[in-house]
C-alpha cells in the first residue's frame, strides 16, 4: 500500500524545468536568440552559451540549486543562449555551416547590443565544438573561451565513440532522414547500460518516500528523453568527419573552404572536465591543450559524469572558481 501511495504521489509532482527568466529576442527558423534577466550586470562583456544541437539547454539551467545560469547571473554576467530547437524532416540539409553563421549573427547581434568588441563563448558538449570552430575562424570576436564536457579528439576508446566509428551514417540518413532523438538516447544507454539503467532506477525505488529526490529524478529525466532530431546533413558530418576522421583535433577541418586551425585560438580559454565522463571523457580533450596558442589557459576537473558536470551538488566547489575565472576576465 505504501509503494502504491508513493507511485500516487509522484504522479502528482509537477517538475518543472529551467528556473531563469528570459527573453527571445531573435528567431531565424529553428533557431533562437535568447536573453537571461537577471541581476544588474556590471561586468563588461557578455557571455553566449552555446548548447550541443542534439540535447535540449535547459540542462543548464535545471533548477534553483544547480543552476550554471543563475551561477552566471549572480555573478553579474550577462548571460545570452541560443536554443537550436526541434528540426523536421524538412530542415534535414541543415549543416554543421549554418550552425556556425548563426552563432555568427548572434555575436554581432550581442556585440551590437551591449556595444563590446567582442563576446565570451560557453560551449557544453558538441556546443563546445561549435565554440571552438566559431573561435578558430573568428578569433578577433570572441574574448574568452569556455569549454564544458568537450570531445574533440575522437579517437578514444570510449564505447560511444567506438560505436560511432562503426556506423555508416550515410546508410542511416539514408533510410531515415533526420537521426531521431531516440536512436542517439539508445546508443548514449548502451554505452553504461548498468549505470545509467539499473543503477539509476534502483535508486529511484530506494527513494520513493523522498518528495525532493523524486522531483529532481524527474526533471532530468523530462530532460533526458526530450531530445530533439539531428538534420541528416549535420549527422553525417559530424558523424564523418569527426569521429570517422577525427579532422577537427588535426587541424583538417573546414568550413566554407576555410580551415579551422586551432592555433588561432589565443584568448583566455577555460576547459572544464568530468572525470567519469562515459561521452566525453577527459582524454578526449587534453590534446586540445598542446594545438592552441593561448598563453591564458585552465583545466579545472570533477569526479562526476557528463551531465553531472552541470547539475551534481558536488560540482559546486569546481563551478566557483569557473564563474570567478570568467568574471575576472569579463571586466
Same mark, same amino acid.
Given at each position: 500500500?505504501?509503494?502504491?501511495?508513493?507511485?500516487?504521489?509522484?504522479?502528482?509532482?509537477?517538475?518543472?524545468?529551467?528556473?531563469?527568466?528570459?527573453?527571445?529576442? +531573435?528567431?531565424? !527558423?529553428?533557431?533562437?536568440?535568447?536573453?537571461?534577466?537577471?541581476?544588474?550586470?556590471?561586468?563588461?562583456?557578455?557571455?553566449?552559451?552555446?548548447?550541443?544541437? #542534439?540535447?535540449?539547454?535547459?540542462?543548464?539551467?535545471?533548477?534553483?540549486? =544547480?543552476?550554471? %545560469?543563475?551561477?552566471?547571473?549572480?555573478?553579474?554576467?550577462? =548571460? !545570452?543562449?541560443?536554443?537550436?530547437?526541434?528540426?523536421?524532416?524538412?530542415? &534535414?540539409?541543415? $549543416?554543421? /555551416?549554418?550552425?556556425?553563421?548563426?552563432? @555568427?549573427?548572434?555575436?554581432?547581434?550581442? $556585440? /551590437?547590443?551591449?556595444?563590446?568588441?567582442?563576446?565570451?563563448? +560557453?560551449?557544453?558538449?558538441?556546443?563546445?565544438?561549435?565554440?571552438?570552430?566559431?573561435?578558430?575562424?573568428?578569433?578577433?570576436?570572441?574574448?574568452?573561451?569556455?569549454?564544458?564536457?568537450?570531445?574533440?579528439?575522437?579517437?578514444?576508446?570510449?564505447?560511444?565513440?567506438? !560505436?560511432?566509428?562503426?556506423?555508416?551514417?550515410?546508410?542511416?540518413?539514408?533510410? #531515415?532522414?533526420?537521426?531521431?532523438? @531516440?536512436?542517439?538516447?539508445?546508443?548514449?544507454? #548502451?554505452?553504461?547500460?548498468?549505470?545509467?539503467?539499473?543503477?539509476?532506477?534502483?535508486?529511484?525505488?530506494?527513494?520513493?518516500?523522498?518528495?525532493?529526490?523524486?522531483?529532481?529524478?524527474?526533471?532530468?529525466?523530462?530532460?533526458?528523453?526530450?531530445?530533439?532530431?539531428?538534420?541528416?546533413?549535420?549527422? &553525417?558530418?559530424?558523424?564523418?568527419? !569527426?569521429?570517422?576522421?577525427?579532422?577537427?583535433?588535426?587541424?583538417?577541418?573546414? =568550413?566554407?573552404? $576555410?580551415?579551422?586551425?586551432?592555433?588561432? %585560438?589565443?584568448?583566455?580559454?577555460?576547459?572544464?572536465?568530468? /572525470?567519469? @565522463? +562515459?561521452?566525453?571523457?577527459?582524454?578526449?580533450?587534453?590534446?586540445?591543450?598542446?594545438?592552441?596558442?593561448?598563453?591564458?589557459?585552465?583545466?579545472?576537473?570533477?569526479?562526476?559524469?557528463?551531465?553531472?558536470?552541470?547539475?551534481?551538488?558536488?560540482?559546486?566547489?569546481?563551478?566557483? &572558481?569557473?564563474?570567478?575565472? %570568467?568574471?575576472?576576465?569579463?571586466?
Amino acid at each position: 500500500m505504501k509503494f502504491l501511495n508513493n507511485v500516487k504521489n509522484i504522479l502528482k509532482i509537477d517538475a518543472k524545468v529551467g528556473c531563469s527568466s528570459y527573453d527571445v529576442v +531573435h528567431e531565424d !527558423w529553428l533557431f533562437k536568440l535568447l536573453h537571461f534577466k537577471g541581476k544588474k550586470k556590471t561586468l563588461r562583456y557578455p557571455v553566449l552559451v552555446i548548447y550541443a544541437y #542534439i540535447n535540449r539547454p535547459y540542462v543548464m539551467d535545471l533548477y534553483d540549486e =544547480v543552476s550554471i %545560469i543563475r551561477k552566471e547571473l549572480n555573478a553579474n554576467l550577462d =548571460v !545570452w543562449m541560443i536554443d537550436w530547437g526541434y528540426p523536421k524532416q524538412a530542415d &534535414k540539409f541543415i $549543416k554543421i /555551416e549554418d550552425y556556425i553563421d548563426y552563432i @555568427d549573427f548572434c555575436v554581432e547581434y550581442i $556585440k /551590437e547590443a551591449r556595444g563590446v568588441e567582442k563576446v565570451t563563448l +560557453h560551449g557544453y558538449c558538441l556546443g563546445g565544438d561549435l565554440a571552438i570552430v566559431y573561435s578558430a575562424l573568428y578569433p578577433d570576436n570572441v574574448k574568452n573561451l569556455v569549454i564544458q564536457a568537450l570531445p574533440i579528439d575522437f579517437r578514444t576508446d570510449n564505447a560511444l565513440a567506438v !560505436w560511432a566509428r562503426n556506423i555508416k551514417p550515410e546508410k542511416i540518413t539514408d533510410a #531515415i532522414g533526420n537521426v531521431s532523438g @531516440d536512436i542517439l538516447n539508445f546508443a548514449f544507454l #548502451i554505452v553504461d547500460p548498468i549505470r545509467l539503467i539499473l543503477s539509476k532506477y534502483q535508486g529511484l525505488l530506494e527513494n520513493m518516500d523522498n518528495e525532493k529526490f523524486i522531483e529532481n529524478f524527474l526533471r532530468m529525466d523530462k530532460w533526458i528523453f526530450d531530445s530533439p532530431s539531428i538534420p541528416a546533413e549535420t549527422f &553525417k558530418e559530424y558523424i564523418k568527419e !569527426w569521429y570517422h576522421e577525427n579532422k577537427l583535433i588535426r587541424n583538417e577541418y573546414f =568550413v566554407k573552404g $576555410k580551415k579551422v586551425d586551432l592555433k588561432k %585560438i589565443n584568448m583566455p580559454v577555460l576547459v572544464l572536465v568530468a /572525470e567519469k @565522463d +562515459h561521452i566525453s571523457p577527459p582524454e578526449s580533450v587534453k590534446p586540445f591543450f598542446d594545438k592552441i596558442s593561448s598563453k591564458d589557459k585552465l583545466l579545472l576537473s570533477v569526479k562526476k559524469g557528463h551531465i553531472g558536470l552541470s547539475t551534481s551538488r558536488a560540482a559546486k566547489e569546481m563551478w566557483d &572558481k569557473a564563474i570567478e575565472w %570568467i568574471a575576472k576576465r569579463s571586466k
